[in-house]
């Protein structure tokens, strides 16, 4: 028995990237020896951690001429990629030398440095490359002639719970099994492939990388969203002479090395709302492999089986290996919710322990039990084929099939002839590789780019003189594209890329001008191209074009390399959500996004975009669009916005506004409908047969084009609070605007200042200075009478919610009035605020309250001329008719109304003060003698000086014009109007 030992456990935390400098992050980590401190931005508070290891990588460090990062100086705590492998690699490689299972895995959220620690880049080679190439170092210095050595590779990807065999050219969908005699989970059908060297192992690698971004292209998948499995086995022949007779054993190491997805967290800073908390559908691998160390980690029953992730970890979690964890930790602030949550994954992973065994022992006694095994599958097999079960009858061939792998791998002989045809294989691409490297220098060519950089320039098409077709790959066409695309956006011929001697010019072939963007823009005609131009083919498949010999002009204002992130601010810019432009495409400085706003806007715009493509392809008669809402229509302070995607049923014209993170969630599933329906297609064109009909969602899975029946927000009108400040009350008729600030009806609402029983204070009881309300009571009641709505379709039902931080959020609201457009509630609610700080008195003097309205919708009603059209004839009628923007965006015209609503109280205020200061005349009038008109005269020179003064102190000015006419300062009024008690009161601590 082996000895139980607890998973190692390292994180590492990385410098600043792009991103974070332009938010102007702060760092949130700090390390000392083995114990890493994060502090929250929001409140100071820290928390502490302990790891096996914790490497600081953040700062100093400097590079080498030859690019290689290492210490500034003697003081500094820099971790570089050598001290990483020391600890890391050598412990890898120690653990396969020995005959024990191990594994690595690199955890942490998408960008916070896995492959870098994992792979390297450039002179900075990463774990991976420096133990592989220490390991065929060991191998070929070895100088004993009875030991020998086998290494095979295998590559998987897991995406949505389907398993690619990413070293196959095949894109069929692999099975997890598992042998119930050993209880191990493996993937019927994977590929594996003798190497002999790292170059070998990274060619094969860099293969795989190709087959994942053509799929991940094709499938619109985000390759951040998948996890990657690299599997080395390791094997240690060895023959020795005891007792006279020779004797040979078998020693084997299986090297798991797994880069899982990234670990995102909903409501995150950074993106806020894209990405999914662990648990959503999108990341069932994750949240299961999260439970399963959380169960191990209490010493509990761990539910293996609930992904295919933790099935195929299983071994390396809960039984015979020796684990690593490497941890990727961003420093920023904008992150600090998923460094927190890395920090605690990690820090529960520690406490899991496993037992590793030597995997050693006679290799004639492995070969016959092998055979033995496989003599009682085959009659199993046999007998289930007889008269079993479809399942069982495909278990047990993946079984046979897998012991007769395993069994090749122990024959000697197998496994050289094997290896020589890898080695003829790889030294043919090589070959072909260099050819091609040397073929960039001078050829015209387009090359992909990727959200993930390991994931751009993988996928090149060299351009011929003449036309190059790009088109659809289908068996049905006489004639195949010569650069072929697939995916739901395109077309059988799709365009053309040609090359004269003038140069290259880019050609549509369809009528939609959205199938084809160059830099952002659709395509009309012919155009030339110039060097690194855009252009987007469809939804998904983005290309740089690379002219061997560009002229200066093409180059001038060029970066030196473009990245996926220029590119998606392009595409960004041209739908209107620019840098410099607010949200509706106003060049108006002071309503432009902000860097977190844009960011979020930039991750969606694909997904909305292939959302609309599948909508069409489907006929699902929906429309998506993005939406920033902004400003006080949209319940929000004048600085502060808020993403969210419209969908639109085409039949209607009814719509529903969808959360980032429930959009997301949507997305995926239909994803998963895309990708049946490209399965069936390739399975029909390969049998040249139709299939049956699919079925696209799981039982109790819901359209994610539909929407269920419920209230939907309308708009909102904003009601100012600066008159409670002045004790004067607001009744007026408010705008109900949508987000993109139109006018969808009005609604009366009225705030009248009171006590806590709800009577009104006296009209003359006004408070000149809002500072005096200050350590005070308040009470104040809201009152909404009515609405008239512009639009008769909304007569299903209308309630109005509102609420703030300081009265309760969301928690006020009508009944829901039926069957009118004019519907009244005549709501009154009495709200005390026990003690005004100056956050509430600021709230008052500057903020807002939002009266949601809410409404149902009929999808009942179709429109008659819609009816008889597709989905995608509906959506390009859209575009056509659009008058500015198809991805709708927050506008001036909302932030104008609401300074407009502004406007107004602020008018009704000074009303009612002026009214005030008149009754304050005639008690002045009152105390003057008779006769002394020269003192009137004067009382009118003051307070024209005092208005004219534009000071808002008017009772300090009454006083002063009293003492300075030598009479009694009048008093404030202190009597109260009756009136009658209202119905409901709610107070505010």
């Known amino acids: 028995m082996g000895k139980e030992e607890s998973i190692k456990v390292m994180v590492r935390v990385r410098p600043f990237n792009k991103r974070e400098k332009e938010r102007n992050a702060k760092c949130i980590l700090d390390m000392h020896g083995n114990q890493t401190v994060i502090t929250n931005p929001n409140d100071g508070a820290t928390k502490k951690f302990n790891f096996d290891t914790s490497y600081w990588s953040f700062d100093g460090y400097k590079e080498r001429d030859d690019g290689f990062m290492v210490r500034d100086g003697p003081g500094s705590k820099y971790a570089g990629q050598e001290e990483v492998f020391n600890d890391v690699g050598k412990g890898v490689l120690e653990n396969a030398y020995a005959g024990f299972n191990t594994s690595l895995f690199a955890y942490g959220q998408t960008g916070s440095g896995k492959s870098y620690s994992m792979v390297g880049y450039g002179s900075n080679k990463g774990i991976v490359p420096m133990a592989f190439d220490a390991m065929f170092k060991k191998i070929a210095s070895n100088t004993d002639p009875s030991i020998k050595y086998q290494v095979t590779l295998s590559m998987l990807e897991i995406y949505m719970e389907q398993v690619s065999d990413l070293l196959s050219t095949k894109s069929d969908r692999l099975k997890v099994r598992q042998d119930p005699q050993k209880g191990r989970f493996f993937v019927a059908g994977l590929t594996t492939h003798p190497v002999s060297s790292y170059d070998e192992i990274e060619k094969k690698m860099d293969g795989g990388v190709r087959n994942r971004t053509v799929a991940a292209t094709q499938m619109n998948a985000t390759s951040s969203r998948a996890h990657t499995m690299v599997t080395l086995v390791f094997t240690q022949n060895k023959t020795e002479v005891i007792d006279g007779q020779e004797r040979k054993t078998t020693r084997t190491s299986e090297i798991n090395l797994v880069d899982l997805a990234g670990s995102e967290r909903a409501g995150s800073t950074g993106a806020e709302g894209i990405h999914l908390k662990e648990g959503a559908a999108i990341n069932q691998s994750l949240s299961a492999l999260g439970n399963v160390i959380a169960a191990l980690a209490k010493g509990k029953r761990a539910p293996f089986r609930d992904s295919v992730l933790t099935k195929l970890l299983q071994n390396s979690l809960g039984g015979n290996a020796k684990t690593i964890m490497i941890a990727a930790l961003s420093p920023a602030d904008i992150n600090y919710d998923e460094t927190l949550s890395t920090l605690r994954y990690a820090d529960r992973a520690k406490q899991i322990k496993t037992n590793a065994v030597v995997n050693e022992s006679a290799t004639e006694k492995l070969l016959r039990e092998m055979r033995e095994e496989n003599e009682k599958l085959k009659k199993m097999l046999a007998a289930a084929q007889a008269g079993g079960k479809v399942g069982d009858i495909e278990n047990l061939q993946a079984?046979?099939?897998?012991?007769?792998?395993?069994?090749?791998?122990?024959?000697?002989?197998?496994?050289?002839?094997?290896?020589?045809?890898?080695?003829?294989?790889?030294?043919?691409?090589?070959?072909?590789?260099?050819?091609?490297?040397?073929?960039?220098?001078?050829?015209?060519?387009?090359?992909?780019?990727?959200?993930?950089?390991?994931?751009?320039?993988?996928?090149?098409?060299?351009?011929?003189?003449?036309?190059?077709?790009?088109?659809?790959?289908?068996?049905?066409?006489?004639?195949?594209?010569?650069?072929?695309?697939?995916?739901?956006?395109?077309?059988?011929?799709?365009?053309?890329?040609?090359?004269?001697?003038?140069?290259?010019?880019?050609?549509?072939?369809?009528?939609?001008?959205?199938?084809?963007?160059?830099?952002?823009?659709?395509?009309?005609?012919?155009?030339?191209?110039?060097?690194?131009?855009?252009?987007?083919?469809?939804?998904?498949?983005?290309?740089?074009?690379?002219?061997?010999?560009?002229?200066?002009?093409?180059?001038?204002?060029?970066?030196?390399?473009?990245?996926?992130?220029?590119?998606?601010?392009?595409?960004?810019?041209?739908?209107?959500?620019?840098?410099?432009?607010?949200?509706?495409?106003?060049?108006?400085?002071?309503?432009?996004?902000?860097?977190?706003?844009?960011?979020?806007?930039?991750?969606?715009?694909?997904?909305?975009?292939?959302?609309?493509?599948?909508?069409?392809?489907?006929?699902?008669?929906?429309?998506?669009?993005?939406?920033?809402?902004?400003?006080?229509?949209?319940?929000?302070?004048?600085?502060?916005?808020?993403?969210?995607?419209?969908?639109?049923?085409?039949?209607?014209?009814?719509?529903?506004?969808?959360?980032?993170?429930?959009?997301?969630?949507?997305?995926?599933?239909?994803?998963?409908?895309?990708?049946?329906?490209?399965?069936?297609?390739?399975?029909?064109?390969?049998?040249?047969?139709?299939?049956?009909?699919?079925?696209?969602?799981?039982?109790?899975?819901?359209?994610?084009?539909?929407?269920?029946?419920?209230?939907?927000?309308?708009?909102?009108?904003?009601?100012?609070?600066?008159?409670?400040?002045?004790?004067?009350?607001?009744?007026?008729?408010?705008?109900?605007?949508?987000?993109?600030?139109?006018?969808?009806?009005?609604?009366?609402?009225?705030?009248?200042?009171?006590?806590?029983?709800?009577?009104?204070?006296?009209?003359?009881?006004?408070?000149?200075?809002?500072?005096?309300?200050?350590?005070?009571?308040?009470?104040?009641?809201?009152?909404?009478?009515?609405?008239?709505?512009?639009?008769?379709?909304?007569?299903?039902?209308?309630?109005?919610?509102?609420?703030?931080?300081?009265?309760?959020?969301?928690?006020?609201?009508?009944?829901?009035?039926?069957?009118?457009?004019?519907?009244?509630?005549?709501?009154?609610?009495?709200?005390?605020?026990?003690?005004?700080?100056?956050?509430?008195?600021?709230?008052?003097?500057?903020?807002?309250?939002?009266?949601?309205?809410?409404?149902?919708?009929?999808?009942?009603?179709?429109?008659?001329?819609?009816?008889?059209?597709?989905?995608?004839?509906?959506?390009?009628?859209?575009?056509?008719?659009?008058?500015?923007?198809?991805?709708?965006?927050?506008?001036?015209?909302?932030?104008?109304?609401?300074?407009?609503?502004?406007?107004?109280?602020?008018?009704?205020?000074?009303?009612?003060?002026?009214?005030?200061?008149?009754?304050?005349?005639?008690?002045?009038?009152?105390?003057?003698?008779?006769?002394?008109?020269?003192?009137?005269?004067?009382?009118?020179?003051?307070?024209?000086?005092?208005?004219?003064?534009?000071?808002?102190?008017?009772?300090?000015?009454?006083?002063?014009?009293?003492?300075?006419?030598?009479?009694?300062?009048?008093?404030?009024?202190?009597?109260?109007?009756?009136?009658?008690?209202?119905?409901?009161?709610?107070?505010?601590?």
């Open 399 to 989: 079984m046979i099939e897998q012991n007769q792998v395993q069994s090749a791998g122990m024959d000697e002989s197998a496994y050289e002839q094997k290896l020589a045809e890898m080695r003829a294989e790889y030294e043919a691409e090589k070959a072909e590789a260099a050819a091609l490297e040397a073929k960039k220098l001078n050829s015209h060519r387009i090359f992909n780019l990727n959200e993930d950089p390991a994931l751009s320039g993988v996928v090149t098409h060299y351009l011929d003189p003449g036309e190059n077709t790009v088109g659809r790959k289908a068996k049905q066409n006489k004639v195949a594209p010569k650069i072929a695309l697939a995916g739901i956006s395109i077309r059988d011929h799709h365009a053309s890329l040609t090359l004269k001697d003038s140069g290259v010019f880019l050609e549509t072939t369809t009528a939609d001008d959205s199938s084809v963007l160059l830099n952002g823009q659709p395509v009309v005609g012919s155009v030339q191209l110039r060097h690194f131009d855009r252009i987007l083919f469809g939804t998904n498949h983005l290309y740089i074009y690379s002219n061997p010999t560009p002229t200066p002009a093409e180059l001038e204002g060029l970066p030196a390399e473009i990245e996926w992130e220029f590119a998606q601010t392009e595409l960004a810019e041209a739908k209107g959500f620019g840098a410099d432009m607010d949200a509706g495409g106003s060049r108006d400085d002071s309503l432009h996004l902000s860097a977190q706003t844009r960011e979020e806007v930039m991750q969606l715009l694909p997904m909305v975009t292939v959302a609309n493509a599948i909508s069409e392809r489907l006929d699902k008669r929906r429309v998506f669009e993005i939406a920033v809402l902004s400003g006080p229509v949209a319940g929000l302070q004048r600085n502060e916005s808020k993403v969210m995607i419209k969908m639109r049923n085409l039949d209607t014209d009814n719509k529903w506004m969808l959360a980032s993170e429930e959009f997301v969630n949507r997305h995926f599933v239909m994803q998963k409908m895309l990708r049946l329906i490209a399965e069936r297609e390739e399975a029909e064109e390969e049998t040249g047969t139709k299939g049956s009909d699919l079925n696209l969602l799981e039982e109790g899975e819901a359209d994610p084009f539909n929407v269920e029946a419920g209230p939907v927000i309308l708009g909102a009108a904003t009601c100012f609070l600066q008159s409670l400040c002045y004790r004067i009350e607001f009744d007026d008729e408010l705008n109900i605007v949508d987000y993109k600030g139109r006018n969808e009806g009005k609604l009366q609402v009225s705030v009248f200042p009171c006590n806590e029983k709800g009577v009104h204070s006296d009209p003359n009881d006004v408070n000149e200075d809002p500072r005096n309300l200050l350590d005070k009571s308040l009470s104040f009641e809201i009152t909404i009478a009515s609405a008239e709505l512009k639009k008769s379709k909304y007569k299903e039902g209308v309630y109005v919610q509102f609420g703030s931080d300081f009265i309760g959020k969301g928690e006020s609201r009508t009944v829901s009035a039926k069957g009118t457009n004019h519907p009244v509630w005549d709501f009154k609610q009495v709200f005390t605020i026990k003690k005004v700080t100056k956050e509430i008195l600021d709230w008052l003097e500057h903020g807002n309250l939002g009266f949601f309205v809410h409404v149902w919708q009929s999808d009942e009603a179709v429109l008659e001329d819609n009816a008889r059209q597709s989905t995608k004839q509906l959506a390009r009628q859209r575009r056509n008719s659009a008058s500015g923007l198809l991805i709708d965006g927050a506008t001036a015209a909302g932030d104008a109304n609401g300074e407009v609503i502004r406007l107004k109280a602020e008018n009704s205020r000074l009303s009612k003060m002026v009214h005030h200061l008149e009754q304050e005349m005639k008690v002045l009038k009152q105390a003057i003698k008779p006769g002394a008109e020269d003192r009137m005269n004067k009382i009118n020179d003051l307070l024209e000086k005092h208005f004219a003064s534009e000071t808002t102190d008017h009772w300090a000015a009454l006083v002063a014009i009293s003492e300075a006419l030598e009479v009694k300062a009048p008093k404030a009024r202190s009597s109260k109007t009756p009136a009658t008690p209202r119905s409901s009161a709610c107070t505010i601590m």
